[in-house]
């Protein structure tokens, strides 16, 4: 359980670095601010991923579900090999180990 959490929360920080690094690099773009708030999201998840808390895991799950739907909303369906098909990858992952970890409850000694 210990190595799901902190394969999801290393996978969030990394795609909350890339979230910042693409908002610095199209930073004249004025639709790119959420980016940046997302990306300092996620990295502040990813962080809560490392400690044992469980409301880390219910926003492990929900947020990036949110990041996600947005960027669909906004942007569309992005090619196949592109950046923001990263995100998404990465977050269909990290939404899986998440529900893994709320519907794998620890069975009772």
Do not use: Q, W
């Not at 199209?26 to 940046?36: F, V």
């Amino acid at each position: 359980m210990k190595t799901i959490r902190f394969i999801a929360g290393i996978l969030l920080v990394i795609s909350g670095v890339l979230h910042v690094i693409l908002y610095i690099k199209t930073s004249d773009n004025p639709g790119t601010i959420g980016l940046l708030i997302f990306g300092i999201i996620y990295a502040v998840i990813g962080f809560l991923l490392f400690t044992p808390k469980v409301y880390s895991v219910y926003l492990g799950l929900i947020i990036p579900f949110i990041g996600m739907t947005l960027s669909i909303i906004k942007f569309g369906v992005p090619e196949l090999i592109s950046l923001l098909t990263l995100f998404k990858v990465i977050g269909v992952i990290v939404i899986a180990l998440c529900a893994y970890l709320l519907l794998k409850k620890p069975k009772p000694a």
